[in-house]
C-alpha cells in the first residue's frame, strides 16, 4: 500500500469497530485488520452464551441494538455487529494476520500481515484477550480430551466431564454438559462459589447441594491421564474416571505480540500495559490501546460496555495532536 493512512487498527471486534466508526467520523483514513472472522472472539463463545450487559450497553457508534431478550446473546449479537459493521461500510480486512509493527520515522509506521504491507500514522491495538488460554501446566494437559474453550453440550452426552474453575465460564460448562446428560465434577480452588452471575449461581448451588454435580471445593487438578485424572483435595488424592476435561481457567491477552512492538508491561503478575488512561496512547508514540487488552491479566476490569469509550478518547487525541502540528 502506497497510501500513508491516518489509522491502522489491529483487531475487529466490538470495540476495533466502534474505534473504526469514530475514524471514519472524523473523516480520517483507516484500515481494521483482523486475524479471524469479524468480532471473531464473540464467534467463538459458547453457543447459547448470553451477555452480562443488557443491549444498550453493548452498542456502538450510535446504533441501536434491539433484543427480544432482557440480555442478548451470542446470536443477537454476532447479527448486530455485522449489520452495524455493513451500515457503517467500515474498511476491515479479515482473516488477514498482523506480523509487525515498526516505526518508519518520527511520524510512521510500517505493518506487515500475512497479506500485505501498510503504513499508518497512528496504531490502536484493539485485539482482546480471548485468543491464548491459561495454562494448568500439569501432566497430561496436552492430550486431546483437555478444553480450553467449550461451544455446545450435546458433545458431552454421557461423557464424565471434570469442569476446572469457578467463574462463569465454568458454572455455565458445568450446568449446560449436566442439563445434556453430561456426568458433571467440578474442581474449585476456592471454598465456596465465587464471581458467578447472580441468576447462575443458586443454580449452580443447587446442582451442588443436591448432589447432582459433584464439587471439590479448596482443591486442584494435579495429572490428566486418558480415562481419568487425579485432583488433590483437604482429604487427600482422589482418582476418578474421567472422559473430558474443560479448562475453564481464563484467558490472557497476547503478551509477546505487545511486547514485540514496543508496548512496555508492568513487572507484576497483571502485566498491565503501559498507556495514559486518559488519552490511551502507549509508550510507543502515537500507538494507543483500546479495549480489554488495556487490563493485562486483569480480565475482569474492561468490557464492552466500559470500553466503548476508548475510541472515542484516542479519535479526540489523534485530532488534537493533529491541531498542534497544524
Request: net charge negative; aromatic share 10%.
Amino acid at each position: 500500500m502506497d497510501e500513508t493512512l491516518d489509522i491502522l487498527i489491529v483487531g475487529g471486534g466490538p470495540i476495533g469497530l466502534a474505534c473504526g466508526i469514530e475514524a471514519k467520523k472524523a473523516g480520517l483514513s483507516y484500515v481494521i485488520i483482523e486475524k479471524g472472522c469479524l468480532v471473531n472472539s464473540l464467534f467463538n463463545y459458547p453457543l447459547h452464551m448470553t451477555f452480562f450487559s443488557t443491549a444498550d450497553r453493548l452498542e456502538i457508534g450510535g446504533y441501536p441494538f434491539p433484543s427480544i431478550h432482557p440480555k442478548p446473546n451470542r446470536m443477537e449479537a454476532l447479527e448486530y455487529y455485522r449489520r452495524v459493521s455493513d451500515v457503517s461500510e467500515l474498511n476491515i480486512e479479515l482473516f488477514e494476520e498482523v506480523q509487525s509493527i515498526k516505526p518508519v520515522d518520527d511520524e510512521v509506521y510500517s505493518i506487515s500481515t500475512s497479506k500485505g504491507k501498510y503504513k499508518a500514522r497512528h496504531i490502536i491495538i484493539a485485539t482482546g484477550f480471548y485468543d491464548i488460554p491459561n495454562l494448568l501446566n500439569i501432566p497430561g494437559e496436552d492430550l486431546p480430551k483437555v478444553k480450553h474453550y467449550y461451544y455446545d453440550p450435546h458433545y458431552f452426552y454421557k461423557q464424565k466431564v471434570l469442569v476446572v474453575g469457578a467463574n462463569n465460564s465454568a458454572a455455565d460448562v458445568a450446568l449446560e454438559t449436566w442439563r445434556r446428560g453430561a456426568e458433571v465434577t467440578m474442581v474449585i480452588r476456592q471454598s465456596e462459589l465465587q464471581s458467578i452471575k447472580y441468576w447462575v449461581k443458586p443454580d449452580l448451588q443447587n446442582r451442588i447441594d443436591e448432589g447432582s454435580i459433584k464439587a471439590y471445593f479448596n482443591a486442584t487438578l494435579t495429572e490428566i491421564r486418558e480415562q481419568e485424572v487425579d485432583v488433590q483435595t483437604p482429604e487427600g488424592k482422589v482418582t476418578i474416571p474421567n472422559d473430558f476435561v474443560m479448562a475453564m481457567t481464563g484467558y490472557q491477552p497476547n503478551f509477546s505480540f505487545l511486547e514485540k512492538i514496543g508496548i512496555t508491561l508492568s513487572d507484576d503478575a497483571m502485566r498491565h500495559p503501559t498507556h495514559n488512561p486518559e488519552t490511551m496512547e502507549t509508550n510507543m508514540p502515537r500507538m494507543y490501546l483500546a479495549g480489554v487488552v488495556c487490563g493485562g491479566m486483569d480480565t475482569r476490569v474492561w468490557f464492552i460496555e466500559n470500553s466503548r469509550v476508548h475510541a472515542v478518547k484516542i479519535v479526540q487525541h489523534i485530532l488534537e495532536q493533529e491541531q498542534v502540528k497544524s
